[in-house]
């Protein structure tokens, strides 16, 4: 009896060390997992975070489009007017002037420029006059005359015939650079005048006229004048300084004057006439 009780005491001690390794091992496990657990909880917050940053960086740049996309369609829709940005009739008026002027001045001869700008014109007074006869066919085309016609322009011609007109006239009439003068004066200033005019304009000189507008139109026509000239000419710097000037100054002040005259018209014509005489004045060869 005394040896068997001294053999199941000698073999419980290994019995023991067994179950609590086994334990230490199990309780390893348990924590390792855990730990995983933790690890893989971690990551999918992680993962959750930059997926949730990403949709919200994503839904707000969504947002800014929207809101641009409203607010341009609002600035040009056919309720607009000439107190309105319409910023892409204006972007339209700008990039026709420019790409004539430039075609004219570095590229196209006198006869051909006359016969495109002749067909273009006549094909624009054709178009005019079957969208206000044909309204039916005329909204059809909605979604392109939005961005291009005020409110008035729904039932009488629009500003694209006396362009194109003021554009023909011009280079018939005049030299070339005097033409070319006038027409980017139409181009730029014109528009320029206009936008710096809405967002900025605080002081009212004339009628529908700020003086931050016309100093827009001063200094965008004064830019226009040196550019051509000093391009056009070699020499002649003060001559060209003076003319420039004269030029910017004159036809500012003709822009403020209350005329019921399209100024697609009066702008490129009545620059023309003072770039002609000043240029002459000046003794630069026309």
Known sequence: MQYRKLELM??????????MSSENEREC??????????????SA??????????TKFFTAIDDFFDAAIYRFKRQSSPNATRYNLQ????????????????????????????????LVASLLYLIEQIRL???EIAGKFRWFSNFLL????????????????????TILS??????VIAIYTLAFADPMSAIIGILYGKRKIARNKTLEGSLAFFVTTLAVCLLVLLTTYDGFYWAIIKVSVMVALFSSMIELLPIRIDDNLTIPLSTAIIAWIFCAMAGLPL
């Open 10 to 19: 000698s073999s419980n001690p290994e019995e023991e060390v067994t179950t």
């Open 29 to 42: 496990e348990q924590e390792g997992e855990s730990k995983d657990k933790k690890r893989d909880r971690a």
């Open 45 to 54: 917050q992680e993962k959750q975070s930059a997926s949730f940053k990403l």
């Open 87 to 118: 910023l892409g009739r204006r972007l339209f008026h700008f990039s026709n002037g420019a790409v004539v002027a430039t075609m004219y001045n570095l590229f196209l001869e006198h006869r051909q420029v006359v016969y495109a700008l002749g």
């Open 133 to 135: 006869a044909y309204p």
């Open 150 to 169: 005020r409110a008035e322009e729904e039932i009488k011609e629009s500003a694209a015939v006396p362009y194109s007109m003021a554009l023909l006239l």
């Open 174 to 179: 005049f030299p070339k650079v005097v033409a």
